[in-house]
């Protein structure tokens, strides 16, 4: 046992003296780690400050999710009008709804709005081909649009600072987002043999949709139970169903990304891609989810 111990110890050391070495050079996995560590810090220091601050946070995160959709998406040039008029798009009524009028209402309209796009977004997930240009060109011809699929589920998340517990509603997604997205990597790596959709996403499983969803909806109950409310098996199939929603969500991502020929949204996280790959999976659930905790009135 000692023998393991001194090994595993000369080891660690290795790998110190060797990043020393290589000017602390990472591999793929030890980025992903380390990024999603501060992703993490920066999430729970906005939830901490409070309401104001976390509306900020998303602000800014959206502002970065429409210039990485208009600029590396559509390929439109950065200082130009129609990335202004895009922004605004954005900015404006996210600002108003949520910090200026903070009217539930309006937001509440940009959730139904979310579910009516995400109906469309299904649409052209299942029934246009891989190589059609329709969709695409229409993003590039009415750019603009863009702002619509940052707004309508940013508004969404913003919706659940409405309620007493906005903190706990917005952990648990949290956990049914993360629950789907390692069980999904855990199962399709480990157990994974028939390909889900590989003309779309070549490395998806059907053995990982189904442990993720299974993860999902167990991380979901127990959140809902520990944070929320002692019910949560009530909704265990809820979760579920979320977990599935944003693995759909990150199909439609990968669908747009080969239609527009590109990896990855931007390079702004190391090992992740940009903020809007980090999040894609979340921003299509996000209206279903805040159409239910409506329903709920909590």
């Not at 579910?115 to 009415?142: H, M, P, R, W």
């Amino acid at each position: 046992m000692r023998l393991k111990v001194l090994i595993q110890l000369e080891r660690w050391h290795e790998l110190i003296i060797n990043n020393i070495k290589n000017g602390f050079q990472m591999n793929n996995t030890q980025l992903r780690i380390l990024s999603a560590i501060v992703l993490v810090a920066i999430v729970v220091a906005a939830l901490y400050m409070g309401i104001t601050q976390t509306l900020i946070f998303l602000m800014i995160a959206g502002v970065i999710c429409v210039d990485e959709l208009y600029c590396n998406f559509v390929k439109k040039p950065r200082f130009s009008i129609g990335y202004f008029i895009t922004q605004t798009a954005f900015v404006v009524p996210f600002s108003y709804m949520n910090l200026i009028d903070k009217s539930y209402d309006l937001n509440f309209v940009c959730v139904n709005a979310g579910v009516a796009l995400n109906i469309i977004l299904l649409g052209y997930l299942f029934v246009t081909k891989i190589d059609s240009q329709f969709f695409k060109a229409g993003l590039e011809k009415y750019s603009p649009v863009i702002a619509l699929f940052v707004l309508l589920p940013f508004c969404s998340l913003a919706s659940l600072l409405f309620y007493g517990k906005w903190i706990q509603l917005i952990v648990v997604i949290l956990f049914v987002n993360f629950g789907m997205d390692t069980g999904a990597w855990f199962f399709g790596k480990n157990f994974g043999k028939n390909k889900l959709w590989p003309t779309v996403s070549p490395n998806k499983t059907i053995e990982g949709l189904l442990g993720g969803a299974l993860t999902a909806g167990v991380l979901g109950t127990l959140a809902w139970n520990y944070f929320v409310s002692f019910n949560g098996f009530t909704y265990v199939i809820l979760f579920i169903v979320l977990g599935i929603l944003s693995q759909v969500g990150d199909l439609i991502q990968s669908k747009l990304k080969r239609q527009f020929e590109i990896k990855d949204s931007s390079s702004l996280i190391p090992g992740h891609g940009g903020v809007y790959d980090r999040i894609d999976s979340l921003v299509f659930v996000a209206p279903f989810y805040a159409t239910f905790i409506n329903f709920l009135n909590l």
